[in-house]
Every structure is written in C-alpha cells, then in structure tokens.
C-alpha cells in the first residue's frame, strides 16, 4: 500500500453480463482508480442469496460477470478480484457489527423497503441484514473510497454510522469510514428513458451484447416525449438517447444533435442510428477482450482464487484487530 493513496472497495452480485447502468456508474470509476489505489473487487454471492429463489444460475453469472470486469480492465495484477463467500470472515464481521445496529435503521432503509415489496413472500432475516453486510464487505477490507452508482449513497451513509457505532462502543478507531465515489453519470436510466438501468426492470443495454443487438435496443430507446411527429421540434435536454450521446459521442456530433434536434433538423431514427454506431465502436475492444478471455474459462476461475486468497490475508488480519478490539477471548 505505500505509494498508493488508499485503498479501494467495491461490490456487485453476480447478476451475470454487466449493462451501461454498471459500466458508466460503477465499472469505470474501477478501472480508473486501480492507477492511484490498491484496489478490492468482489463478486457478493452470499448478498444474491438473500433474493435468489434458486442458485442454479450463481456460478455462470459469477463467471459472465467476472468475464466483463476483467474485459473492462480491471487488472488482477493490480487489483484484487475475488468472490465473497470465499472469504468467511466477512460472515463474522457482519455478526459483529449486527449488534452494534439497531433494528429499526435497517427496516427504515428505503431500499429495504423496496425489496420487501417486491418479494414478499421471502422478506427474510438476510434480507433486513443486507446492509450489514454491505458494511462488512467493505470495512473487513478497511477501505477509504468505495465507487458505486448513486443508488448505493444511503448504504454508504448507512456503513459510516455502523463504523461509528462500533468504534464508539468499542472504543476503537479499528473500522474505517468509508466515502463514496461517483462517475460523472451516476444514474444511468434504462431504455424506458424514466427509471435506473436495471436488469430486473429489462430496459438495459448489455455490454456484451451484439452489434446488432444494440442497435435493436438503442431504436427502442423511449426519446422526449413531446416529440410525437419528425416535423416536431426535439429537447434534448430531457432526452435520454442525447445524455448517452455526451458520453459516447464526438464533441461536433453532440453539438450537431444538439442544434439540430431543437429545430428538427435530425429525427430519433436517425439520431438512434448515430448513438448506437458511436456505442459500438466505443465497445468494440471490451467485446474483442471479452471473447478472448472466454477462450480460457479455467483463467478467470484461477483468478478468483488467488483474488480469494489475497483477500483473506488482509481480511484475517482486520479480524485479528476486531476480535481484540471488541475484547473476545
Ligand atoms: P448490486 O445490487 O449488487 O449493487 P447492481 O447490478 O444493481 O448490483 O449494481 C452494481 C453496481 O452498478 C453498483 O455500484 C450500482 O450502483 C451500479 N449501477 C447499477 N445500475 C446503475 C445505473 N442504472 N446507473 C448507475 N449506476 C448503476
């Protein structure tokens, strides 16, 4: 960790082939950060079981998803990259932290509440627990900076005050408060042009998808809603095809669709044609990099594995302090 500035942490469960949403929120601000930090990716199996009805798809989207970090360029030279439930202590950790955490914070939590909505039937105890262990994931490895999508703010506020908590109880400085760090586009919305990018809501855009598969998605792009005829003049200022166009596209062609958008110069076929060639292109090396490294299943596996032990050795020596801390005998 010496010339490094801090330390990195960040989590995702294996929902399989990454979106734009995690690529633009999330995935980037990993790759970015690997240069200046010591950075720890983790795939968190143990947090999909709290909504998985079945665990029959967990080891392929490990794998998918392992596939995409690494094809995004994430560096296991550099970076660690493992799998959560190969690192036990953090199981213990979010015991001990659970009892620094009054209840009722966790059943308030706005995301808690969602997922009970959506699952009611399966509103179980690791479900409530969720955040807990987000905390644990993330303090086990004593990490300063945590790169998420702004989705995920209410869960690093909440791992601040469980830090605080425990330290306070404890009278420690062990824990570490962590900060959040967002992309420039920390909320990427989905195809629907109204809600978050999400795989659940089926309005994403694959990373790993086709050339052709992308193009079919970004046509179906939902565009500013007052502009029913081509004639209609457009405002791209609540357009989600133009927001994507800011990232993707070269400076005159985001000017371009700007000026000629307002006054209907360009319609939404065209404009979608633009967007979805610029996004190829964008991808076009993360897909090359993808399919190679599918070449080599036993690779990425390898990987996780010495991720995994790379991982425990920081994490047991966290544990050593915690235990210590907390006065067990
Ligand atoms: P998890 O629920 O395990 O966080 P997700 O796939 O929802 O898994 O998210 C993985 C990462 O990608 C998180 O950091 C999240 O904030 C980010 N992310 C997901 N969807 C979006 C989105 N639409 N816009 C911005 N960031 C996103």
Redesign the pocket.
Known sequence: MSQKKGRVF????P?GRQHL??Y???IRNYVALQEDYECIYCI?DV?ALTTLETTRDLRQNTYEMALDWLAAGIDPEKSIIFVQSNVPQVMELHTYLSMVTPLGKLTDLPTFKEKARQQPHNVNYGLVGYPVLMTADIVLYKANLVP?????APHIEFAREVVRSFNYRYNTQVLIEPEMKVTE????LGIDGQQ????SLNNHIELAATPEETLQRVMQMVTDPQRVRRTDPGNPDVCNVFTMHKVFSKPEEIAMVNVECRRAGIGCVDCKRLLARNLNEHLAPFRERRAELAQNPETIWEILRQGAARARVIAEQTMQEVREAIGLP
């Not at 960040?10 to 469960?13: N, P, Y």
């Not at 998420?148 to 995920?152: A, E, F, P, S, T």
């Not at 586009?185 to 990427?188: A, G, L, N, T």
């Open positions: 960040s989590g995702a469960r929902t949403g995690n633009l929120g999330a968190v947090h998420v999508g702004l989705d995920q586009v920390p909320k990427v978050k990018m999400s795989k």
